[in-house]
């Protein structure tokens, strides 16, 4: 199983500070993707990142692959309460159509 | 299209009850999964479909089963349940080959205790 560590584990920050969580592997992943999960609900998939080096962003996320394709981050500018829960990594092993490894997570809370 | 579906939301079942977990979705997606979050512990997948009346196990299927005999539903059975088996529990779909590129589309989940 190709693991997929991410660090944080827990991020607790105010709101309008700017935050960094990453997402590494030992192994070579095709493609990565974060996934955000609200309490009580299921995750929901934020970007796709296919290329070695790809930036992708979205409103205040900025995503990056990197260049070896063994790990991502996530940079979130100027936090707000609704960015608070868990943000998951995941990638599909290789010679899998179907299958994600998922990472543990980084649980997000942004106070007011 | 309301998208993936599960039923019930909650559920208290006591050492050796039964239940099955509903999944249904509407948006036409082949594969079909389960998975178990535990606090800490991510996403484990504990059963797949690719199609109706294929399934297959995943990283963590003892103690469960599934039968898929439509594309649209998925059900997740426990036979004997036990403490081990209190969790959230996930389905979601995808189309195929897509999982990598379009990912996977999950319901709200089923919080499930046994006591």
């Known amino acids: 199983t190709q693991l997929l560590e991410q660090s944080p584990q827990f991020l607790s920050i105010q709101e309008g500070e700017n935050l960094t969580v990453y997402c590494n592997s030992s192994s070579v992943f095709s ?34 692959f990197g260049d070896a394709r063994k790990d991502s981050s996530l940079h979130i500018t100027a936090a707000q309460p609704g960015d608070t829960g868990l943000y998951l ?24 | ?50 199609g109706a009346g294929i399934t297959d196990k995943g990283e963590v299927p003892n103690g469960y089963n599934v039968s898929r005999s439509t594309t649209e539903d998925f059900p997740l059975r426990l036979e004997l349940a036990a403490p081990s088996q209190t969790s959230v529990y996930f389905c979601a779909s995808t189309l195929r080959g897509t999982s990598g590129k379009l990912g996977q ?11």
């Open chain 1, 31 to 64: 493609s990565l993707q974060w996934y955000r999960q609200e309490p009580g609900e299921g995750p929901v998939l934020l970007v796709t990142v296919v290329t070695g080096g790809e930036v992708k962003k979205l409103k205040r996320l900025t995503f990056q």
């Open chain 1, 89 to 112: 990594c995941a990638g599909p092993p290789p010679n899998s159509g179907y299958a994600l490894n998922f990472g543990k997570g980084t649980s997000l809370l942004v106070t007011p």
């Open chain 2, 1 to 50: 299209n309301a998208g993936v579906t599960q039923t019930p939301k909650f559920r208290i079942l006591k050492i050796g009850q039964s239940m099955t977990l509903q999944c249904t979705q509407d948006m036409n997606h082949n594969y079909m999964y389960w998975y178990r979050q535990d606090p800490g512990m991510g996403l484990k997948l504990i059963y797949y479909s690719v």
């Open chain 2, 105 to 115: 589309f999950f319901g709200p989940g089923t919080r499930l205790t046994v006591l």
